[in-house]
């Protein structure tokens, strides 16, 4: 099955701003696309925001504004740009495809 690597994390201060990165081992096709999870220590995992096949995008409350989700289908890879970072948005951030998880990047935003 497909497999995923998360990359791009790191530590921000408040208002910062990451890009994150899911690449693939192979093109996505599936209907449902890529989702962006995270979860933070103690905390339910979370959905983040979806980009499907068709290219549609959808994004928590939290995120809008905020995330973007977009793929680039020549290397297999989706994005997730953060801008203006919060305390709140600390957590490992992990993508979905097919059922199947990547390893997780940790963000940390902090002071």
């Known amino acids: 099955q497909v497999q995923l690597a998360e990359s791009g994390g790191g530590l921000v201060e408040p208002g910062g701003s990451l890009t994150l990165s899911c690449v693939a081992s192979r093109r996505i096709d599936t209907p449902a696309g890529t989702t962006w999870y995270r979860q933070a220590p103690g905390k339910q995992r979370e959905y983040v925001a979806v980009i499907t096949r068709s290219g549609q995008t959808m994004y928590t409350d939290s995120a809008k504004g905020r995330f973007t989700i977009s793929r680039d289908n020549a290397s297999n890879t989706v994005y997730l740009p953060m801008n203006n970072l919060k305390p709140e948005d600390t957590a490992v951030y992990y993508c979905?495809?097919?059922?199947?998880w990547g390893q997780g990047t940790q963000v940390t935003v902090s002071s």
């Open positions: 979905n495809t097919d059922q199947c």
